[in-house]
């Protein structure tokens, strides 16, 4: 193999990593989303989730396309973006337990 051959496989494999890491942060953007849905808590407004969705699919980018790193930066804004009313209501907590100022027992918020 030659150099220019080479270089060429190694960006490709690069791409591809890129590319998994930019699909696997969209799949934790939508799952989180469908999430706090379920749960009945604020997921922010919906222009932020369909915009980095879109911007993730639609072609035109800050950067060429096989560097997914705007793609990926515009969705990790969206996922904190996302959480960010969790931050707010419960603090650095877990959402989940929480203590109760009489007992001093954690117990579950959600029953």
């Known amino acids: ?3 220019t051959t080479t270089v060429i496989v ?10 998994a890491a930019a699909v ?14 379920r749960a009945g808590l604020p997921n922010g407004p919906r222009w932020v989730f ?5 911007y993730f699919v ?4 800050l950067l060429p396309d ?3 790193l705007d ?6 804004l969206a996922l904190h973006h996302l959480r960010a009313p969790l931050r707010g209501i419960y603090g650095h907590k877990s959402p989940l337990t929480t203590q109760s100022k009489e007992t001093n027992h954690p117990f579950d918020s959600y029953k």
């Open 1 to 3: 193999m030659d150099t």
């Open 66 to 68: 096989p560097v997914y």
């Open 71 to 76: 793609d990926i930066g515009v969705l990790l």
């Open 58 to 61: 639609l072609p035109v980018d």
């Open 50 to 54: 369909w915009g980095a969705v879109l």
């Open 10 to 19: 190694i960006a490709a494999v690069l791409a591809a990593l890129v590319l």
């Open 24 to 37: 696997a942060v969209l799949v934790r953007l939508v799952r989180t989303r469908r999430d706090l849905s």
